[in-house]
Structures are given as structure tokens and as C-alpha cells.
């Protein structure tokens, strides 16, 4: 029976290999070597498939984003283009005017506020920094506000990234 106990190991981590390899294991970030290695996301609210491309990744987060709001709340240190896809919501909302996305925004200040997190729009952060230590609902007015006035420019065309190697 001792002989067989080395053997479990290896076995289990050539079944995880090929498991991770054949995409029938859901992953909560990139893969090592990625620009964004901090991005985690919840496991339970995005089933991203262990074989896809990077870029194929945050497309479907980016959808899921779009398609239900409230799930950006489970992403750490969001890439930019998954906070733009937010902002393209909070924009939507705000031109319409029926409801304010008073909860949209505050996942976005959770988001940002963190140092580690990539801006995605210029002056986000600073906008951030000016409404340190205001009551969180003051924050989300402030935001609010400033994402109001800007004519959306953070609608930009994403490319894919090329790595050259």
C-alpha cells in the first residue's frame, strides 16, 4: 500500500493537467504572465472555462458585466476594459434618467479605490482622491456627477492586445 501513495499524487496531478488543458475546470484569473495578475473574479458568478485565451476570458466577463451589472461587484482589481464596461452601463443609466446607478457606481468606487487596480478612464482616480473620507453617499453623488459631465469618453473600440515574443 506504501507503494501506491506516490503514485495518487502524480496521478492526481496529471488528471488536473489534463482536466485544466481539455477547459472542464472554471478558473478565477488569468493565467501566470498575464499584464493584469491581480484580476480575480468569483468562480460562481463567472464559469470561465480553463481553456480559453485571456482575451476570450475578460470578453466573457466583460458580457457577463454587461448583460448583469451587479456581478462586478465579485471581480478584484478589474482590468480596464471590464471598468469600462461598467461605465458603459452607469452611462446608459444616466442618459436615460429613470434610475440612478447609485449601486453601480459604488461598486465602482469599491474597485478603484484600491491603488492596484488599473485606471481606466484618465482623471478616475483623482476624481476618487478628491472625495476621500466623504460619507459613501456623497462619494456616489460626487462620481455621479463627474461621470455625467463626461460625453463617453471612455467608449473606445478595444483591439486585442498583441505581445510580441
Known amino acids: ?11 492526481s496531478s496529471l488528471l488536473s493537467r489534463a482536466s485544466r488543458a481539455l477547459g472542464l475546470e472554471s478558473v478565477d484569473a488569468f493565467p501566470p ?10 468562480r460562481a458568478y463567472f464559469d470561465i472555462a480553463s481553456d480559453l ?7 466573457a466577463i466583460c458580457d457577463a458585466i454587461a448583460n448583469t451589472p451587479a456581478v462586478f461587484a465579485h471581480i478584484t482589481h478589474p482590468t480596464p476594459r471590464m471598468q469600462r464596461t461598467l461605465l458603459g452601463v452607469i ?35 483623482a476624481a476618487l482622491a478628491s472625495t476621500e473620507g466623504y460619507d459613501p453617499s456623497m462619494r456616489i453623488a460626487h462620481l455621479q456627477a463627474w461621470l455625467a459631465d463626461m460625453p463617453a469618453a471612455f467608449d473606445v473600440i478595444e483591439a486585442p492586445v498583441r505581445v510580441r515574443g
Do not use: F, N
Open 1 to 11: 500500500m506504501s507503494a501506491t501513495m506516490p503514485l495518487l499524487p502524480i496521478l
Open 33 to 42: 504572465g498575464h499584464q493584469y495578475p491581480r484580476t480575480r473574479w468569483d
Open 53 to 59: 485565451k485571456p482575451d476570450q476570458m475578460e470578453t
Open 91 to 125: 452611462h446608459a443609466r444616466l442618459r436615460r434618467g429613470s434610475t440612478a446607478p447609485t449601486d453601480l457606481v459604488a461598486m465602482l468606487i469599491d474597485a478603484c479605490d484600491d491603488a492596484r487596480t488599473p485606471e481606466a478612464v484618465p482623471g478616475l482616480r
